[in-house]
């Protein structure tokens, strides 16, 4: 039974380089996913989220995330400009992502910084539409001003894409279906104390979502340790895109549905939201 991981950073450090993306990649293989969407965070990894998307025959989104807008330039969204027309025919890249609003972290919350953060979002919204690829959106804590700009800034057919680790309101989880977004599912409907988060996983219409890991972040519970453990030497469990297929078991307790029929409907789900995935699934 074969899955896709519709977000998950193989770049990331945590994972410790090159050779060693290659194994979480080979293991997630054999656990059954067969697809990963690789979403880039600033300029410097844009090319190697490319050559390990390439490399696997997996999928990659340029762009720059809300959490490096900080130290991002004008310079960088005329270089993402340009890398979108440079790749606009490699059926690898899928999306313009992560991108997004991040009002959680208390320096991206000054006056400054979000007003920075906002132009870089609508900046990476007009280039997303003028490259005619669907967003992979960053939502924390800002889902009412992402959806303000999605409706203020037209894209010719239309949005497609994902609201990634979506944790909102149910009206917000509405608006963004309404758009043309698949909502983003993973670790954190895993744990029992998440109740607004599984009660919108088991009520949304199954058509809206899709699976991810967000690896190596959000762990499920069966891996995450709490910070006093963490304190104590007891390491945290490392999330990887292997951890798919169980994440999906919970969804579909969750949903009281076979998990077949839930694998059918993410895997379709997938491609409506990345229409590109289709060529190379």
Same mark, same amino acid.
């Given at each position: 039974?074969?899955?896709?991981?519709?977000?998950c950073?193989?770049d990331?450090?945590?994972?410790?380089?090159?050779?060693a993306?290659d194994?979480?990649?080979?293991a997630?293989?054999?656990?059954?996913?067969?697809?990963?969407?690789?979403?880039a965070?600033?300029a410097?990894?844009?090319?190697?989220?490319? +050559?390990?998307?390439?490399?696997?025959?997996?999928?990659?989104?340029?762009?720059?995330?809300?959490?490096?807008?900080p130290?991002?330039?004008?310079?960088?969204?005329q270089?993402?400009?340009?890398?979108?027309?440079?790749?606009?025919?490699?059926?690898c890249?899928?999306?313009?992502?992560e991108?997004g609003?991040d009002?959680?972290v208390?320096?991206?919350?000054?006056?400054?910084?979000?007003e920075?953060?906002?132009?870089?979002?609508r900046?990476?919204?007009?280039?997303?539409a003028?490259?005619g690829?669907?967003v992979?959106?960053?939502?924390?804590?800002?889902a009412?001003r992402?959806?303000?700009f999605?409706?203020?800034?037209?894209?010719p057919?239309?949005? +497609?894409?994902?609201a990634?680790?979506f944790?909102?309101?149910l009206?917000?989880?509405h608006?963004?279906?309404?758009?043309g977004?698949?909502l983003?599912?993973?670790?954190?409907? +895993?744990?029992?104390?998440?109740?607004?988060?599984r009660?919108?996983?088991?009520?949304?219409?199954l058509?809206a979502?899709?699976?991810?890991t967000?690896?190596?972040?959000?762990?499920?519970?069966?891996?995450?340790?709490?910070?006093?453990a963490?304190?104590?030497?007891?390491p945290?469990g490392?999330?990887?895109?292997a951890?798919?297929?169980?994440?999906a078991?919970?969804?579909?307790?969750?949903?009281?549905?076979?998990?077949?029929?839930?694998r059918?409907?993410?895997?379709?789900n997938?491609?409506t939201?990345?229409?590109?995935?289709?060529a190379?699934?």
């Open positions: 039974m074969a899955w896709i991981d519709t977000h950073h193989l990331a450090p945590e994972f410790g380089g090159a050779d993306a194994a979480v990649r080979r997630a293989r054999e656990a059954g996913v067969a697809h990963c969407v690789i979403p965070v600033e410097a990894n844009w090319d190697t989220v490319r +050559t390990l998307a390439q490399r696997w025959g997996d999928s990659y989104c340029l762009g720059i995330h809300p959490l490096y807008v130290q991002a330039t004008e310079v960088d969204l270089a993402l400009a340009a890398q979108l027309r440079l790749h606009r025919d490699d059926p890249l899928v999306a313009v992502g991108i609003l009002f959680f208390p320096g991206l919350c000054t006056p400054p910084m979000r920075k953060q906002e132009f870089f979002y900046t990476q919204l007009q280039l997303a003028t490259a690829l669907p992979v959106l960053h939502v924390r804590r800002s009412d992402l959806l303000k999605l409706r203020e800034t037209r894209s057919a239309g949005w +497609t894409g994902i990634h680790a944790n909102g309101s009206v917000q989880a608006a963004f279906i309404d758009l977004f698949k983003g599912f993973g670790g954190a409907l +895993t744990f029992e104390r998440a109740l607004q988060l009660h919108l996983a088991q009520t949304l219409p058509e979502l899709v699976l991810e967000d690896a190596p972040d959000i762990p499920p519970h069966w891996l995450y340790t709490t910070a006093q963490r304190k104590d030497g007891v945290q490392r999330n990887t895109p951890e798919i297929p169980r994440i078991q919970v969804l579909a307790q969750l949903r009281g549905m076979e998990l077949a029929e839930l059918a409907a993410v895997w379709r997938a491609q939201a990345l229409p590109k995935l289709a190379l699934l």
